[in-house]
């Protein structure tokens, strides 16, 4: 089993910046999948951005690519999502994510195991 907590949400002003942080417990990051996802009320989750299991391959969604940045420590066992250049649009329940061991990385928040319990990100004026 793994958990997942996440930190660092907040509320910041437009053209703002956050960094939030995904501590890992129970097993290692080192060859897991992981990825962040957000969700608005009464929206499906969707995929922010995603790390495959050898760190090598990224994924990141359409409105946040050039924007956020996803990484991983695996000294720290912890997944990261570097957020600039923050738009009213990107107000969210930001999600951490991760695969079970040996499977791929994915985009569809279905294919993912474990999960933690949401931060808040809230952009605006």
């Known amino acids: 089993q793994m958990q997942l907590v996440e930190s660092g949400g907040g509320s910041v002003q437009p053209g703002g910046s956050l960094r939030l942080s995904c501590a890992a417990s129970?097993?290692?990051?080192?060859?897991?999948?992981m990825g962040w996802f957000r969700q608005v009320p009464g929206n499906e989750r969707e995929r922010v951005a995603t790390?495959?299991?050898?760190?090598?391959?990224?994924t990141y969604s359409d409105s946040v690519k050039g924007r956020f940045t996803i990484s991983k420590d695996i000294d720290k066992n912890s997944l990261y999502l570097q957020m600039n250049s923050l738009q009213p649009e990107d107000t969210a329940v930001y999600f951490c994510?991760?695969?079970?061991?040996?499977?791929?990385?994915?985009?569809?928040?279905?294919?993912?195991?474990?999960w933690g319990q949401g931060t808040q990100v809230t952009v605006t004026s």
């Open positions: 994510a991760a695969r079970r061991a040996g499977a791929g990385y994915s985009v569809w928040p279905r294919d993912y195991d474990y």
């Open positions: 129970g097993r290692t990051i080192n060859r897991i999948a």
């Open positions: 790390l495959s299991s050898g760190g090598d391959i990224t």
